[in-house]
């Protein structure tokens, strides 16, 4: 039960914690948006997730962003997205349009579950940030549709696993560096030895990125993808 309710008061701290810039208090629950949908009753759906469940949560106040996605009160919007369908298409667009928005949090403030602190140019040059809570994202030069070409011209697809006709999804974690530089590349969800070598080799081999700003700043970024290794 504490799980449950750690997740769900997280998220009512921060978001009480901007809308507390504003004159008014919070006198409303926000709409919620879970994995590309939006919810009836959204703050009471998010009891049934345990803080291990959620990937990230994106706040939106400003009733201009927040008419973008089909909300158009004041009661502000939040933008949940659980681990296991963060890799989804509708997920990966959804989080296109949310840093498109350049949603930048005060420089003098981050918001970390109900907390405020005050960092340091330098703390923050030097921290790694989840790709989806930060003022620009990370991106390769051309955007994913280019990212997924590379991968498409990149590919070697194992013989064996060719053979023995294996297929599926990869998903993998790695760090954007300030540099635009990959590194930490890592499997979360494998295929096969060798399919998952084939894929940490493609992502390693990858063309500098466009780093992640923060603050006004290049920051190292933890970015999550996945390659889809598939037989004609």
């Known amino acids: 039960m504490k799980k449950y309710l750690f997740t769900l008061l997280s998220l009512l701290t921060l978001f009480s914690a901007l809308q507390a810039q504003e004159v008014s208090p919070v006198t409303a629950k926000?709409?919620?948006?879970?994995?590309?949908?939006?919810?009836?009753?959204?703050m009471d759906t998010l009891r049934k997730f345990k803080k291990e469940d959620i990937e990230s949560a994106t706040i939106l106040k400003d009733r201009n962003k927040t008419a973008l996605f089909g909300i158009n009160d004041n009661n502000g919007l939040l933008i949940v997205f659980t681990r296991a369908k963060q890799n989804t298409a509708e997920n990966i667009a959804l989080k296109e349009k949310i840093a498109k928005l350049n949603i930048a949090t005060k420089p003098d403030m981050v918001m970390k579950a109900g907390q405020t602190v005050n960092p340091s140019r330098d703390s923050i040059a030097k921290g790694?940030?989840?790709?989806?809570?930060?003022?620009?994202?990370p991106e390769f030069p051309g955007g994913l549709k280019a990212f997924y070409q590379y991968l498409s011209?990149?590919?070697?697809?194992?013989?064996?696993?060719?053979?023995?006709?294996?297929?599926?999804?990869?998903?993998?974690s790695f760090i954007v560096e300030k540099d635009g530089e990959l590194s930490n590349v890592k499997i979360m969800r494998g295929v096969s030895a060798d399919i998952n070598e084939e894929a940490i080799r493609v992502i390693s081999?990858?063309?500098?990125?466009?780093?992640?700003?923060?603050?006004?700043?290049?920051?190292?970024?933890?970015?999550?993808?996945?390659?889809n290794f598939a037989l004609n």
Do not use: H
Request: proline fraction near 8%.
């Open 30 to 42: 926000p709409s919620v948006i879970l994995d590309g949908k939006l919810l009836l009753n959204g």
């Open 153 to 172: 011209a990149n590919i070697k697809y194992p013989k064996e696993s060719a053979r023995n006709k294996i297929q599926g999804r990869v998903f993998l």
């Open 128 to 137: 790694t940030f989840d790709f989806v809570s930060i003022e620009k994202q």
């Open 205 to 227: 081999g990858s063309p500098k990125w466009n780093p992640g700003i923060q603050f006004g700043v290049p920051v190292r970024v933890k970015y999550n993808i996945n390659v």
